[in-house]
């Protein structure tokens, strides 16, 4: 057990999303929430992240905040330990089921971006043309020493899974485009589908694909259980944290989410530019928020 000490406030495990919840509308971590966050973690506060990046973007946009938990990344695919800048508890995605998705994305004249993970790293692979959405996803992570994209790929290379295992596939493109796309994978028993609008552009959106049972909720059930804690708070906005809302002991939604999390939620705060998650935290553990 890793808890600090016994008292009902140190034996509760924190989890925020990170977009639309934890960052602010700039995508960004303001000044004062790492002055919280920390300030809560020093106290006691066992507190971590559960988001759909990848170790990528997660370890820069966290990395003035003191977490010493692992971060559950890949929407619970995975978890990451930034000291040892390695993966645990990775939930992979058998080829057979790989090759049945890229040939529906295909019959859609869709592509998915296929994530693999190679030791520490994520190799991504794509064939045919980056729709607008994909290639400024892409442009922003190109770089970054956790992931290596590898673009125009021949059909053989894109399937290759000599390149590591799979743990995501995933498309942003306009809503009618994936619409049809989702339609046919949803009831798939092999993999776990999410498909959700844009919450800065609701014409566009997201499908990612995952291995069957694969949520934030699962792997926060899991971290629970290692930290031997009972009581989890969650922290959220969009569709994909609605599992984890509907699994805490206790959920919270911004007031910036969207009306399905909110109805999940046992509460609303205020909005993700309003310091509102790490606030709540310090109020629940009887800290200041000065």
């Known amino acids: 057990m890793l808890t600090n000490n016994d008292n009902h406030k140190a034996a509760t495990l924190y989890v925020s999303d990170l977009d639309g919840t934890l960052l602010n509308s700039d ?104 729709s607008q959405q994909e290639q400024q996803f892409v442009a922003e992570r190109t770089g970054l020493e956790l992931k290596r994209f590898y673009l125009d790929d021949s059909e053989r290379q894109y399937r290759d899974e000599a390149d590591g295992e799979a743990v995501l596939l995933f498309s942003m493109q306009k809503l009618d485009r994936l619409a049809p796309v989702y339609d046919e994978i949803k009831d798939d028993p092999h993999c776990s589908v999410m498909f959700y609008p844009d919450i800065f552009d609701p014409t566009s959106g997201f499908i990612e694909i995952y291995r069957a049972g694969c949520t934030k909720a699962q792997a926060i059930g899991r971290l629970a259980s290692r930290l031997g804690v009972e009581r989890t708070v969650v922290f959220g906005d969009n569709g994909n944290d609605l599992a984890m809302m509907r699994a805490a002991s206790h959920s919270v939604a911004v007031a910036n989410a969207i009306p399905a999390v909110k109805e999940a939620a046992s509460e609303i705060t205020g909005t993700n530019n309003d310091d509102s998650v790490t606030r709540w935290i310090c109020a629940d553990m009887g800290l200041d928020t000065d």
């Open 27 to 130: 995508t960004r971590l303001s000044d004062t929430t790492v002055r919280l966050l920390n300030k809560a973690i020093a106290h006691g506060a066992m507190f971590t992240v559960a988001t759909a990046r990848t170790p990528a973007t997660v370890t820069t946009l966290m990395r003035r905040v003191d977490v010493k938990l692992p971060m559950i990344v890949l929407a619970g695919a995975a978890m990451w330990h930034d000291s040892e800048r390695a993966y645990s508890d990775v939930q992979t995605i058998d080829s057979a089921t790989v090759n049945r998705l890229a040939d529906v994305f295909e019959r859609h004249g869709l592509h998915p971006l296929i994530y693999r993970r190679h030791g520490g790293m994520l190799h991504v692979r794509h064939c045919g043309q980056l």
